[in-house]
């Protein structure tokens, strides 16, 4: 299917974007991007304005999360940018017969679900502890009366099975 989009409208998107960059609100963040963008020949990292890291393993360092960037970015960078088509794709089956891999098979469905589930109550604890300090007996007890169980059972038993 083709979608045709009269280039008026097209044009006028682009008038309406220039005029809000424009605006108090964001003119100054505009000027850094185009500073940023002049300084680093090509779009720069949302993370790299106003003297951020200039790479997301430094984000990661910046943020004291470097384990969790070479555990996780480093290993599923690859699979994630679809660079290792080949690499690791190709295997015997049982019969002694060649076999393809599909990309991102869901084998790994449960590990990803649990790293998810660690990450959210992790941001939630964040928020809280940022945010609203003062409910921070009721994230536990949420936490600990409508998750706990399910999470704990998620990371000791196999309860999600992928058959290929």
Do not use: C
């Not at 304005?49 to 599923?76: C, F, N, V």
């Not at 409910?135 to 999600?160: C, F, H, M, P």
């Amino acid at each position: 299917m083709i979608i045709s989009i009269p280039s008026s409208l097209i044009q006028s998107s682009i008038t309406n974007f220039e005029n809000l960059l424009k605006k108090p609100d964001y003119k100054d963040a505009n000027a850094e991007y185009q500073r940023v963008k002049k300084a680093s020949k090509g779009n720069p990292y949302w993370y790299s304005l106003y003297g951020g890291p200039t790479s997301i393993e430094k984000l990661a360092d910046y943020l004291k999360l470097t384990a969790m960037y070479h555990i996780l970015y480093r290993q599923w960078s690859s699979s994630t940018h679809g660079t290792d088509i080949i690499q690791g794709k190709i295997s015997r089956s049982s019969t002694g017969q060649t076999e393809i891999l599909q990309l991102r098979l869901p084998t790994e469905a449960q590990v990803l679900t649990v790293l998810a589930v660690s990450i959210a109550l992790e941001l939630f604890q964040l928020f809280i502890r940022h945010y609203s300090r003062e409910r921070s007996s009721d994230y536990k007890n949420w936490y600990t009366n409508e998750i706990r169980a399910t999470y704990l059972r998620l990371t000791q038993d196999k309860i999600i099975q992928i058959k290929i």
